[in-house]
């Protein structure tokens, strides 16, 4: 990967609509449909029962809501902090 280019994270939802395109048509119907590269469609597909269990739990939302905790104990900090600079 480039420099340039960017990592991107796909919704689980997003990966299980590519996967379901890929099984009525094609995974190369389906790479081209989701703009993605085939290789993704692949590994998705080999994927779609944990993928679909994930779903199933409620587990694609964890990951940003222990972002979310951190960044919030994380402004708590930096307020107490830099409070002591500021009086």
Known sequence: MSE???HKNYSLS???KAVEIAQRHSK???ARQCNVNPRRIREWC???DKLTEM???GKSKRKRQEV???DQTMKKWKISYFSGYLT
Request: hydrophobic share 30%; charged share 50%; proline share 0%.
């Open 68 to 70: 979310l905790v951190n």
């Open 28 to 30: 190369e119907s389906a």
């Open 46 to 48: 080999s994927q779609k």
């Open 4 to 6: 340039k280019e960017k």
């Open 55 to 57: 779903k199933e739990k």
């Open 14 to 16: 997003f990966k299980l």
